[in-house]
């Protein structure tokens, strides 16, 4: 399975978009949501000084067909909302892509995290595009449980290594010394943990936000 991390501008005619760059200091968290036939509804909590302004403009917006108050203090609000543009609900239901709750939109974008197969992220992007959402790709990756991750025998050696000090500094135990203690000669002992570091390395690279940001989603599932 692929997993990947999006940064999502809503249009500007869409109500969310409107408030949250009303109000930029605010966070809007999507705790919950489910699209209708032709509507979305959600559980939003809405934090910062501006929440209860927030509110009121949600009330009086046309796109907001049903609003209930679940919580409220001074800068935070709890609010159950019906709307007539859940945009991303709509892609997410078009292309069978369940998105990750919860949902954080900031200053008018969103952060996105979905995990399936590649070709239903393909049909996620295809969808953003054909309701007039941008987006930007901060990472996608394989979720490889760590099992698929390494060889039983890379783990063995690996885990034996970590064990026996040759990854501390200073080594407490030398490659000749390693191999030794798994009984195996010094050159497949070498080759072992290179391969196994190579997969762990790239793993590790491949995880940290921003890489192959630049490139469609389409260009990182085509390559990844």
Not at 21 to 36: E, K
Not at 140 to 159: C, D, F, G, N
Not at 171 to 179: D, G, Q
Not at 192 to 218: C, M, Q, W, Y
Request: net charge negative; with cysteine.
């Amino acid at each position: 399975m692929a997993q990947a991390t999006l940064t999502i501008t809503m249009p500007e005619q869409v109500w969310i978009q409107q408030l949250s760059t009303a109000y930029p200091t605010a966070t809007f968290r999507v705790l919950a949501a489910v699209p209708g036939s032709e509507t979305g509804f959600a559980l939003v909590r809405i934090a910062g000084p501006d929440a209860g302004n927030a509110v009121e403009d949600m009330e009086d917006h046309p796109q907001i067909t049903e609003l209930t108050l679940a919580q409220w203090s001074d800068d935070e609000a709890t609010v159950h909302f019906e709307t007539t543009e859940p945009l991303l609900l709509f892609s997410s239901r078009e292309s069978g892509m369940p998105i990750e709750l919860p949902v954080e939109i900031i200053d008018g974008e969103a952060t996105v995290e979905v995990t399936g197969s590649r070709d239903r992220l393909a049909r996620l992007a295809e969808q953003l595009e054909q309701f007039g959402l941008q987006y930007r790709i901060e990472h996608v990756r394989e979720r490889l449980h760590e099992s698929q991750l390494l060889s039983e025998r890379q783990l063995e050696v690996v885990v034996a290594a970590v064990e026996e000090g040759y990854y501390d500094t200073p080594r407490r135990c030398s490659l000749t010394e390693l191999a030794g203690e798994l009984g195996i000669a010094k050159s497949t002992c070498s080759e072992t943990l290179h391969r196994a570091e190579e997969a762990i390395i790239k793993r590790f690279v491949g995880d940290l936000p921003g890489i192959g940001a630049n490139d469609s989603l389409e260009d990182q599932l085509a390559t990844g």
